[in-house]
């Protein structure tokens, strides 16, 4: 690949702030330790460097192929054209991008206008690839493999906190559920209109789980605190029949706790907003929430306005899955009992806790749960120890007492969300779910966490990354068999790939003797502490087998440090025990199981159910169901049922529905759906290149791009790869064998052509496939070959307009002498003859006046010589006969000083009551013409009046000719037409 080094190649250089930034090579030399390159950025930043194919900068694609809308395209496939892509495609607007058969979404952060109907509409029945990417490509995508075989589909859904999962999957499940008719709505927060009631309560879900488990975080206001998985169930004729859903690991932690500018679960807050005075009073609750301890600790207090109207929209998302008034007061009934909970009044006296008697909050807690106050309070500050021989009843301090205090909260929200999700599934699904033995397959979404890594990360990491883990498995798997699929069914000769996956990191944290069962050992001791956890953890997997996975922190004893494929995430131990064992004292569990609280009661039983295989008992269901269940095991750990089975704890119930989930999808075509934060600030069209990068890397994106780098990345059909680059052959010969359809013929030519060594391509069946970086050459070549080709086409086409311009003018001008000529001479004809006219007219006058005068002297003759006799001359105001002569005699001296004669009366000048001349109508045309390319406005017309036509001897020129001559074009001119 060295030989891409050239001067004018484009590259990428690294850089502290920005990830990569684009350059150009300036010069280029051979040395000892292969080349020596003078890169300059376009900051105008000159750097120096040296080394091979493998230490140079990476090389960057041709303009042409770099927004492709599928990365996958491109010829040169490395970490920042990956980047470089998604940022151009984001900078245009234009969230979604391919990469192969994963689809990238960037978060937009401000609605977009990308989910209309007429959308949703263009996206039915099209393939991947006839539009641009979208997420209801990769549904519809779904939609029509399930209706080809019926075999189920899986969508998947990952990112980190914020990069719009949970929209996403909406909106899939949207366009999935939605009846495609033209009355769709896909409005935010309204149900489709004209969905039927199974695709109302699947909409429904959302704001009820968004409710339950969704919280405002540091990263995202409506942060989803839980994994789920929404199977949609379809008929014989792909109608859907059902739903069901599945969720993973609920964040238990924030119930009792939540860090600065976070809050609890939007449930809390939006009773406190919603509930009427009367029911508020009712529970001891008040609009202004911040008087509850589990409500203040992220230092709200104002009410929000939104979680007035939310609460509106679950109640009625509540109604729809069938959850009516009375059940719906119970459940508020609960979430009150929870909030007084933690701010039952724990002391300290000496060494012992201790809860005043009539504890206020306490007795509305008791009130609401159902549960004997004497007895709770006993119970939670003091402890029971059964031995082999006795119970031993020891004090608690404050800080343990508190701690009891806030499980049993964690307890009763985590079973009062596992009813809920039993309550949707139940209503989504029928009674036993018989929905699941009516359909004949399923289209899933899953909408999980992403990897996390923060400056602390705890249990909750460790597991999100587990789960993360395990799906990384399964998305190498999936791209890795891809490729791998498609090089035997295209029959080419391929050696096996070899990539490093990520198979000892799972086992690492779920192994024999790996973390979870270490961490399920310990946490069953009853001594068991998490220093005591690390002791174990270290000296059992600070192996040399270990090496590359399993770390001990230099700086921190009480931290292991786990290479996740993303990278390297140190946990701290504290909590790791209590949080895997998740108990609430049996003592406890005895006192609200037996509660006068029906509806705790019901609560209680169906997550205990769930957890000790409740929904097997519809056993005979589930083996005539052809749907798999993406996981059946309760979020909830504790139970004082079986004291003699093993208590599962939270990592091992996680552990095994991950377990369950994993089994299903390797049953089911994946799709995935990678979505991307693209800053910190959830600001609009904002795109941080180092954030975006570590997502790529931690969604796995680059790593599949190593994969399909390690084989051959650009697969071309034969004909699009004919059609685009026949160009570079022969030119006669390249579209004749397109006529000809001898696509496979072109790609030959077009390889010895572009000198493509023999290693570096394959003929397959009807794929050409090339090795990486071939294609971005051969691209090259034909953008060289498309430059000269336009250069030489507007140069020519420049020739041949600048020749009809020539043309043109010429004949324009001639056109306009020839005419010019025609009027000057029409004109002087009209004149030529009025003046012939005037002339004969005063001789005729004259000869009658004559004649007259030879009459009256003939009659004086006759009268005897009374009157004086002429003497002959002419007077000269009458003017001679000569001089008339002389003035229309044009080879004279005076040829143009002919005169018209006035017209006007001799007083005043004016015209008497007469029309004009034909000489007076020719000026007046002539001064209203304008020529076209005057645009001054015509002078005055020239009237007898005005005297226009003075008569000086040369007036026959004076008043018309100078208006012509001030009109006329010039002539020889062609300023007009050259323009
Ligand atoms: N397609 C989109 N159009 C407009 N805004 C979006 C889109 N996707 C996400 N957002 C914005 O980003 C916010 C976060 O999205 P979302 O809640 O889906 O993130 P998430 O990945 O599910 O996060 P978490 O893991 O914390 O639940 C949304 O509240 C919304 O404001």
Not at 404 to 429: G, H, K, M, P
Request: glycine share 6%.
């Amino acid at each position: 690949m060295t030989t891409a080094y050239s001067v004018g190649a484009r590259v990428f250089l690294e850089d502290p702030e920005h990830g990569w930034i684009p350059a150009e090579i300036s010069s280029c030399k051979a040395s000892a330790d292969g080349l020596t390159l003078v890169v300059t950025n376009e900051g105008g930043q000159q750097t120096t460097v040296t080394g091979n194919a493998s230490t140079l900068p990476p090389l960057r694609n041709p303009p042409l192929l770099e927004a492709a809308d599928d990365l996958a395209t491109l010829s040169i496939l490395n970490e920042p054209s990956i980047l470089h892509g998604v940022q151009s495609r984001y900078t245009e607007r234009k969230i979604y991008t391919f990469s192969g058969s994963v689809l990238l979404a960037v978060n937009p952060f401000e609605p977009v206008p990308l989910y209309t109907p007429e959308i949703v509409k263009s996206y039915i029945g099209r393939r991947r690839g006839e539009l641009e990417p979208h997420l209801f490509a990769i549904a519809e995508d779904a939609f029509a493999a399930m209706s080809l075989d019926g075999h189920g589909q899986t969508i998947i859904v990952s990112g980190e906190s914020g990069a719009g999962k949970t929209e996403s999957a909406k909106l899939v499940m949207r366009y999935i559920a939605a009846p495609k008719t033209p009355t769709l709505n896909l409005d935010k927060n309204s149900f489709i209109e004209g969905a039927s009631l199974v695709e109302q309560q699947i909409q429904a879900t959302n704001p009820i789980l968004e409710a339950f488990g969704n919280a405002k975080t540091t990263r995202n206001d409506n942060s989803s605190r839980f994994g789920k998985y929404i199977q949609l169930l379809f008929d014989t004729n792909r109608h859907i029949v059902g739903a069901r859903v599945r969720t993973y690991l609920l964040e238990r932690s924030r119930l009792t706790y939540q860090a600065q500018t976070e809050r609890n679960y939007h449930i809390f807050y939006q009773i406190c907003a919603g509930l009427r005075s009367e029911t508020l009073e009712e529970l001891g609750l008040e609009a202004d929430y911040s008087k509850f301890h589990y409500l203040n600790q992220g230092g709200f207090s104002t009410v929000d306005e939104s979680d007035r109207d939310k609460f509106h929209a679950m109640q009625t998302a509540l109604r729809i899955i069938g959850i009516d008034e009375d059940r719906q007061q119970s459940i508020f009934q609960l979430l009150a009992a929870l909030l007084h909970l933690g701010d039952i009044n724990v002391t300290q006296t000496r060494s012992d806790a201790a809860i005043e008697e009539d504890d206020p909050s306490m007795a509305r807690a008791m009130e609401f749960l159902g549960v004997d106050p004497v007895n709770f309070r006993k119970w939670t500050v003091k402890k029971q120890i059964t031995t082999r021989s006795e119970k031993i009843v020891t004090n608690l301090t404050a800080p343990q007492a508190v701690q009891v205090r806030d499980s049993i909260t964690r307890f009763v929200y985590a079973c009062l969300f596992e009813w809920l999700v039993f309550s949707i599934n139940e209503s989504l699904a029928g009674r036993y779910g018989d929905a699941a033995t009516r359909a004949e397959t399923y289209i899933g979404v899953l909408d999980i966490y992403g990897f996390e890594h923060f400056d602390k990360n705890s249990f909750e990491q460790f597991c999100i990354n587990y789960a993360n883990e395990k799906l990384q498995h399964e998305f190498n798997t999936y791209v890795f068999k891809l490729s791998q699929d498609e090089y035997k069914a295209e029959k080419i000769s391929w050696t096996l790939i070899e990539f490093e996956d990520n198979q000892s990191a799972i086992d690492l944290m779920e192994g024999k003797i790996g973390i979870l069962s270490l961490l399920d050992e310990e946490s069953r001791l009853p001594l068991g502490t998490d220093a005591s956890f690390l002791q174990k953890l270290n000296a059992q997997l600070d192996k040399p087998a270990n090496k590359a996975v399993y770390k001990m922190p230099k700086f921190a004893n009480s931290a292991f440090t786990v290479a996740h494929y993303a990278l390297d995430v140190t946990y701290q131990v504290d909590g790791f025990l209590e949080k895997n064992r998740d108990t609430v004292p049996e003592e406890h569990l005895a006192l609200l199981t037996s509660s006068s609280n029906p509806f705790l009661r019901e609560v209680l039983d169906v997550a205990l159910q769930h957890r000790e295989g409740g929904d097997e008992t519809h056993a005979a269901d589930s083996s005539i169901s052809k749907i798999p269940d993406p996981g059946r095991t309760s979020l909830v750990a504790t139970t004082a049922r079986s004291t003699a089975v093993k208590k599962p704890t939270l990592g091992s119930i996680f552990k095994s529905s991950l377990g369950t989930l994993m089994e299903m999808l390797r049953m089911t075509q994946v799709h995935y759906i990678r979505c991307i934060k693209p800053n910190q600030h959830k600001k609009a069209w904002e795109f941080s290149s180092l954030l975006v990068l570590a997502q790529l890397r931690a969604s796995g994106v680059l790593e599949t791009i190593r994969i399909s780098t390690a084989g051959y990345p650009s697969r071309w059909k034969f004909e699009d790869f004919a059609r685009r680059y026949h160009m570079l052959i022969n030119w006669r010969e390249g579209p004749s064998l397109i006529k000809r359809e001898q696509y496979k013929r072109i790609c030959v030519l077009v390889l010895l052509k572009a000198k493509v060594d023999k290693s570096q391509h394959q003929f397959g069946e009807t794929k050409l496939f090339l090795r990486t970086g071939v294609l971005a050459n051969i691209e090259t070549s034909r953008s060289d070959k498309l430059n000269a080709v336009q250069f030489f086409q507007t140069n020519f086409r420049r020739i041949i307009v600048l020749r009809r311009l020539a043309s043109f003018r010429s004949t324009v001008v001639a056109i306009q002498s020839r005419w010019r000529g025609a009027v000057a001479r029409r004109q002087f004809r009209a004149v030529k003859e009025k003046a012939r006219q005037e002339a004969e007219a005063a001789k005729a006058r004259k000869a009658a006046k004559e004649k007259a005068e030879r009459e009256a002297r003939r009659k004086a003759r006759e009268a005897g010589r009374k009157t004086p006799v002429s003497n002959g001359t002419s007077t000269p105001e009458n003017g001679s006969p000569g001089k008339i002569r002389r003035m229309f005699s044009f080879g004279s001296k005076e040829r143009s000083s002919l005169t018209v004669p006035d017209i006007s009366t001799p007083e005043t000048g004016a015209p008497v009551g007469r029309r004009p001349s034909r000489l007076e109508a020719a000026a007046k045309r002539l001064s209203r013409r304008s020529w076209y390319e005057d645009t001054t406005p015509a002078p005055a017309v020239s009237t007898p009046s005005n005297r226009a036509l003075s008569p000086s001897p040369n007036n026959f020129t004076t008043p018309i000719y100078d208006q012509f001559m001030k009109k006329r074009p010039p002539w020889n001119s062609s300023t007009n037409i050259s323009r």
